[in-house]
């Protein structure tokens, strides 16, 4: 019996994480998320990889309004509160070499955001098409899947490795399970939780993001270096699957996890 144990939401790439009970699953994944997103005048997108403060920020979404707070006190003046804007400019941007386009939300948003990360940058909002490398399916600003899903038993295999154990915030997944042992996610093919059905396309390659302390934005060498030991696959560290839904619905934490599938 495997369960769905946790639901995040990025309403911003590459901020914090929003932990909810219940979602709608589309099919660019999680409602809102990646959503929103930073980009350089040039139009190439912002992330903690270069900007591992953007891991302090802390978003919220709900349809009308995207807040942006940020976690360390002494860099917070006061939140962003965003009315998204349907009529600005629309600009071509990429995420890696991913060309997609998003709306441009307007001075305000763009000086709060550069004053942060002391960066020239704007926020952007998705709009238009964007289709998957695998799997036929269509993401919004995510790197390249609408989801990614982690094995709550993979994170503990991988603590047991570790001098100081890490949170699953470190991994920024949309679904955690529990109940199909270490690495179980890359064992099975099509997933059933609760009415929506999940396809794994792709293990997820995993970069400097899961260096980064997700509550102070400090960057240390784990649990990379732990990883490559173990998890290097295909000339890369993998940890978590990849996916795109196939049958849309409710997502809500408790659901049972059925392994329609296996790879």
């Given amino acids: 019996m495997a369960t769905l144990t946790e639901l995040n939401v990025y309403p911003l790439k590459s901020g914090g994480g929003t932990a909810l009970r219940t979602a709608e699953l589309r099919a660019t994944g999680v ?21 591992a403060r953007m891991a302090l920020l802390r978003p919220a979404f709900d349809g009308r309004e995207l807040t942006v707070g940020v976690a360390d006190p002494a ?26 386009r998003g709306i441009d939300q307007g001075d305000e948003a763009a000086a709060w955001f550069g004053a942060l990360l002391d960066a020239d940058c ?21 790197d390249g899947y609408p989801l990614l899903v982690i094995s709550r038993e993979s994170l ?5 490795r570790l001098d100081d154990p890490l949170p699953m915030n470190r991994f920024r997944p949309n679904l955690v399970v529990e109940g199909l042992g270490a690495f179980g996610e890359d064992r099975v093919r099509r ?40 998890r290097t696959i295909d ?17 809500t934490v408790g659901d049972e996890v059925e392994v329609l599938e296996p790879a």
């Fill in 31 to 51: 409602r809102w998320d990646r959503e929103f997103m930073l980009v350089t005048p040039e139009g190439r997108f912002l992330s903690q990889r270069e900007y």
């Fill in 75 to 100: 860099l917070d003046t006061g939140p962003l509160v965003h009315k998204p804007v349907d009529d600005g400019p629309v600009l071509d941007v990429t995420v890696h070499r991913a060309e997609c």
């Fill in 122 to 142: 704007r926020l952007v909002r998705f709009t238009g098409r964007r289709e998957t490398s695998r799997g036929g399916a269509v993401v919004e600003f995510a």
């Fill in 156 to 160: 503990d295999d991988l603590n047991g």
């Fill in 191 to 230: 997933l059933r939780i609760g009415e929506t059905v999940i396809e794994m396309v792709k293990a997820c390659a995993r970069c400097v993001i899961t260096t980064t302390d997700q509550d102070s934005g400090e960057r240390g060498r784990e649990p990379l270096r732990t990883l490559a030991r173990y």
């Fill in 235 to 251: 000339r890369g560290i993998r940890f978590g699957q990849n996916a795109v839904p196939r049958t849309l619905g409710t997502l």
